[in-house]
């Protein structure tokens, strides 16, 4: 037997998908992470795989595995001890930013401390202006004097940041020599992106580094003979050994391969809008997903830092299932930032948590308790859950079930105030999307939320728990390749920039394939470019055929800037000078995806496997609880209702009424 293993470590379940390439099924499991001692729970669930379902490591041909441990790093601030190298006079470059508000929503916003103190900001003597030319040839006195620097204050790895290093890196390969010369045992990080981009790239580096070397020992111990491929920020993958020195670009992995999975769910479900709603135990992430195609950007917040690279455009929220719920000096009720985590994890969960969670909010309301949780690594201990909730009961004067009650209206809000934020900046209606909830928590607060957005519909796949899992699974290896060509396309010697500039990408981007990956199957080739009008501060990604990047064609590229600067900003100046700054190729090696059969077809409406009482505004509501595997397409049911399944449990509030379709999604409508 072949299987195409993927998994996905979340901060509290570890998620692992399988699929047979015989049979054509997949199989499911999570097992609870092990932050204290990363990648132990992939190891566990390997042996898991092969005690409960008979799927010994030597037959995984393929795997594909997300981690958090980047984007923790940064979150925790526990990187190395990291010095910057930059042109001199430029060393306050982290410290002014872009001098502008982190939150615009919050007036007592502050922008956070950078990763690398101003003590451990050295400067270099040289200058490269922006056309790539020199201006004053770099001084190796002062690498020698910023290294003596490195010593002094215990540096464990450097960033080399030059200014217009983008367009002629000649000095930063020159410091780069001399520090492998002089200082071979520190870690040196020298890139191109922006100078922020490059610092969290090199604050996290050892760790992943440190990471993906004991994963690819653990699994060789194991048996496992396919080499692991790591998701990327990009919604593709790649080798586990580019992964460590290519880790900016796995910071946001397994919320990018959340998005990757949903896509795949809502080309499925032909849905033409979507809204990705993907709840773990500390937070939430928000995607946006158009026609069955996730949508990508430069920009996205890692902790509190953005990161300059192509990445699947997705946010996160501070709520998850894990949030803890707290009174303020005040006497105000909050839920999260902090998150009970997996361990002890929420009180319910009876391994030591005290203090009340999101989860342990629904435990009170009834809708969960009545099976165990995470493929049966959680049991679940609803009595425990009311004493940790009798607490908070206490210090608001509230009874028990109004309290749980507030906690999950407090937890929503905060979740409707963010991506109220979000939808106002990408300028789009929530009503005219879908959401599709997964994660662990998600499709237990999916009707919550749609409900306060005004949503009509919401998708809850069939494995919702492990979405992320086979988002990497299914995921193509991708990578971006990035040139800078500042052109101006009403001059004659442009397209021989252009085709030249594309030509260059083309091999560059095939010899990562080849070469690099050792990608053998079918690939395609995207181009862009970013372009402007010129005068304006900021560019617009536009894409163009391959026969316009191959030939060079300049009124092909101006007519497709206009009509995409009319599609974002709904004008166009036909008789403006445009420019392209960038030329861009994106290279997607496709591989194969599982295609599933139909699920079985009923007419009959679906059994419960038990009545329950939960609680709902105010009122206890008697809901059928029906098991997902017994349900079948076409039958239909009407809110409130719960739904159980290994990996985690739907909440249907009342108003919404559910069917099954094909493939085995549950489709949910508002009434209202």
């Given at each position: 037997?072949r299987?195409?293993?993927?998994?996905?470590?979340?901060?509290?379940?570890?998620?692992f998908c399988?699929f047979s390439?015989a049979?054509?099924t997949?199989?499911?499991?999570?097992?609870?992470?092990?932050?204290?001692?990363?990648?132990r729970?992939?190891?566990?669930?390997?042996?898991?795989?092969?005690?409960?379902?008979?799927?010994?490591?030597?037959?995984?041909?393929?795997?594909t595995?997300?981690?958090t441990v980047g984007?923790?790093?940064?979150?925790?601030?526990?990187?190395?001890?990291?010095?910057l190298?930059?042109t001199?006079n430029?060393?306050?470059?982290?410290?002014?930013a872009?001098?502008k508000?982190?939150d615009?929503?919050?007036?007592?916003?502050?922008?956070?401390?950078p990763l690398v103190?101003?003590?451990n900001?050295?400067?270099?003597?040289?200058?490269?202006?922006?056309?790539?030319?020199?201006?004053?040839?770099?001084?190796?006195?002062?690498?020698?004097?910023?290294?003596?620097?490195?010593?002094?204050?215990?540096g464990?790895?450097?960033v080399?940041?030059?200014?217009?290093?983008y367009?002629?890196?000649?000095h930063?390969?020159a410091?780069?020599e001399?520090?492998?010369?002089?200082a071979?045992?520190?870690?040196?990080?020298?890139e191109?992106?922006r100078?922020v981009?490059?610092v969290?790239?090199?604050?996290?580096?050892?760790?992943?580094?440190?990471?993906?070397?004991?994963?690819?020992?653990s699994?060789?111990?194991?048996g496992?003979?396919?080499p692991?491929?790591?998701?990327?920020?990009?919604?593709?993958?790649m080798?586990a050994?580019?992964a460590?020195?290519?880790c900016?670009?796995?910071?946001?992995s397994?919320?990018?391969?959340g998005?990757i999975?949903a896509?795949h769910v809502?080309?499925?479900?032909?849905?033409?809008?979507?809204?990705s709603?993907?709840?773990?135990?500390?937070?939430?992430?928000?995607?946006?997903?158009?026609g069955?195609?996730?949508?990508?950007?430069?920009?996205e917040?890692?902790?509190e830092f953005?990161?300059?690279i192509p990445?699947?455009?997705?946010?996160?929220?501070?709520e998850?299932?894990?949030s803890i719920?707290w009174?303020?000096?005040?006497?105000?009720?909050?839920?999260?930032p902090e998150?009970?985590?997996?361990?002890?994890g929420?009180?319910?969960?009876?391994?030591?948590?005290?203090?009340?969670?999101?989860?342990?909010?629904?435990a009170?309301?009834?809708?969960?308790g009545?099976?165990?949780?995470?493929?049966?690594?959680v049991?679940?201990h609803?009595?425990?859950?009311?004493?940790?909730?009798?607490g908070?009961?206490?210090?608001?004067?509230m009874?028990?079930?109004a309290?749980?009650e507030?906690?999950?209206?407090?937890?929503?809000?905060?979740m409707?105030?963010?991506v109220?934020?979000?939808?106002?900046?990408?300028?789009?209606?929530p009503r005219?999307?879908?959401l599709?909830a997964?994660?662990g928590?998600?499709?237990?607060?999916?009707?919550?939320l749609?409900r306060e957005?005004?949503?009509?519909?919401v998708?809850?796949?069939?494995t919702?728990?492990?979405?992320?899992?086979?988002?990497?699974?299914?995921a193509?290896?991708?990578?971006d390749f990035?040139?800078?060509a500042y052109?101006?396309?009403?001059e004659?010697?442009?397209?021989?920039?252009?085709?030249?500039?594309?030509a260059?990408?083309?091999?560059e981007?095939?010899?990562?394939?080849?070469?690099?990956?050792k990608?053998?199957?079918?690939?395609?080739?995207?181009h862009s470019?970013?372009m402007?009008?010129?005068?304006?501060s900021?560019?617009?990604e536009t894409?163009?055929?391959e026969?316009t990047a191959?030939?060079?064609d300049i009124?092909?590229?101006?007519?497709?800037?206009?009509a995409e600067?009319?599609?974002v900003y709904?004008?166009?100046?036909?008789q403006?000078?445009?420019?392209?700054?960038n030329?861009?190729?994106?290279?997607v090696?496709?591989?194969?995806?599982?295609?599933?059969d139909?699920?079985?077809?009923?007419?009959?409406?679906?059994?419960?496997r038990?009545?329950?009482?939960?609680?709902?505004?105010g009122a206890v509501?008697?809901?059928?609880l029906?098991?997902?595997?017994?349900?079948r397409?076409?039958q239909?049911?009407?809110?409130?209702?719960?739904?159980?399944?290994?990996?985690?449990?739907?909440?249907?509030?009342?108003?919404?009424?559910?069917?099954?379709?094909?493939?085995?999604?549950?489709?949910?409508t508002s009434e209202?």
């Amino acid at each position: 037997m072949r299987y195409r293993l993927g998994v996905d470590i979340g901060g509290t379940f570890t998620d692992f998908c399988v699929f047979s390439e015989a049979t054509n099924t997949l199989r499911t499991m999570k097992v609870l992470s092990t932050p204290e001692d990363p990648g132990r729970e992939v190891v566990t669930g390997l042996e898991l795989l092969a005690e409960r379902h008979g799927i010994e490591a030597a037959d995984i041909v393929h795997m594909t595995h997300g981690t958090t441990v980047g984007v923790n790093t940064v979150i925790q601030r526990k990187g190395i001890n990291l010095c910057l190298f930059t042109t001199e006079n430029f060393e306050d470059v982290l410290e002014l930013a872009r001098l502008k508000m982190p939150d615009p929503y919050n007036l007592f916003s502050r922008r956070p401390p950078p990763l690398v103190d101003r003590a451990n900001v050295f400067p270099i003597r040289e200058r490269i202006l922006a056309d790539g030319s020199v201006e004053e040839p770099l001084d190796e006195a002062s690498v020698m004097a910023a290294l003596a620097r490195v010593r002094s204050v215990g540096g464990e790895g450097v960033v080399i940041a030059l200014l217009h290093a983008y367009r002629n890196p000649a000095h930063e390969r020159a410091v780069e020599e001399i520090l492998a010369r002089e200082a071979p045992d520190l870690a040196v990080i020298r890139e191109y992106e922006r100078t922020v981009t490059a610092v969290v790239a090199g604050y996290v580096q050892p760790r992943i580094r440190h990471y993906l070397t004991s994963l690819q020992s653990s699994l060789a111990a194991c048996g496992v003979p396919a080499p692991p491929m790591i998701t990327k920020s990009n919604g593709g993958i790649m080798s586990a050994e580019l992964a460590k020195t290519r880790c900016a670009q796995m910071l946001l992995s397994g919320t990018a391969a959340g998005v990757i999975g949903a896509s795949h769910v809502a080309r499925m479900t032909d849905t033409a809008r979507t809204m990705s709603f993907d709840v773990g135990g500390t937070s939430a992430d928000v995607a946006f997903i158009h026609g069955g195609e996730a949508q990508y950007g430069v920009g996205e917040v890692i902790g509190e830092f953005p990161i300059y690279i192509p990445t699947v455009s997705v946010t996160s929220i501070g709520e998850g299932g894990g949030s803890i719920a707290w009174v303020d000096g005040q006497g105000v009720l909050k839920v999260g930032p902090e998150s009970a985590g997996s361990n002890p994890g929420p009180a319910c969960y009876g391994r030591g948590g005290e203090r009340a969670t999101l989860t342990d909010a629904f435990a009170v309301l009834g809708f969960l308790g009545q099976a165990d949780l995470g493929y049966s690594a959680v049991q679940m201990h609803s009595a425990l859950a009311a004493a940790a909730m009798d607490g908070i009961a206490a210090d608001l004067g509230m009874e028990r079930r109004a309290t749980a009650e507030a906690v999950v209206r407090v937890a929503v809000s905060g979740m409707f105030l963010e991506v109220s934020k979000l939808v106002s900046r990408h300028g789009i209606d929530p009503r005219d999307f879908t959401l599709q909830a997964f994660g662990g928590a998600g499709p237990m607060i999916a009707c919550f939320l749609a409900r306060e957005l005004g949503m009509r519909h919401v998708v809850v796949p069939v494995t919702p728990g492990v979405l992320s899992a086979f988002g990497g699974l299914i995921a193509d290896v991708k990578n971006d390749f990035i040139t800078s060509a500042y052109l101006d396309l009403d001059e004659a010697s442009s397209a021989t920039a252009v085709r030249d500039g594309f030509a260059e990408l083309r091999a560059e981007a095939l010899h990562w394939l080849r070469r690099e990956q050792k990608f053998e199957g079918d690939y395609r080739l995207v181009h862009s470019a970013d372009m402007r009008y010129r005068g304006q501060s900021f560019e617009i990604e536009t894409h163009i055929g391959e026969d316009t990047a191959r030939d060079g064609d300049i009124e092909a590229m101006i007519e497709a800037f206009h009509a995409e600067h009319r599609r974002v900003y709904d004008h166009a100046d036909a008789q403006a000078p445009v420019q392209a700054i960038n030329l861009r190729l994106v290279v997607v090696g496709e591989v194969a995806k599982p295609v599933f059969d139909k699920l079985a077809a009923s007419d009959a409406p679906p059994e419960a496997r038990a009545e329950l009482e939960v609680f709902h505004e105010g009122a206890v509501w008697t809901a059928p609880l029906f098991d997902r595997g017994d349900l079948r397409a076409g039958q239909r049911f009407a809110g409130p209702a719960v739904i159980q399944q290994d990996d985690c449990t739907t909440c249907v509030l009342p108003g919404f009424a559910g069917r099954i379709d094909d493939y085995g999604n549950i489709i949910l409508t508002s009434e209202a």
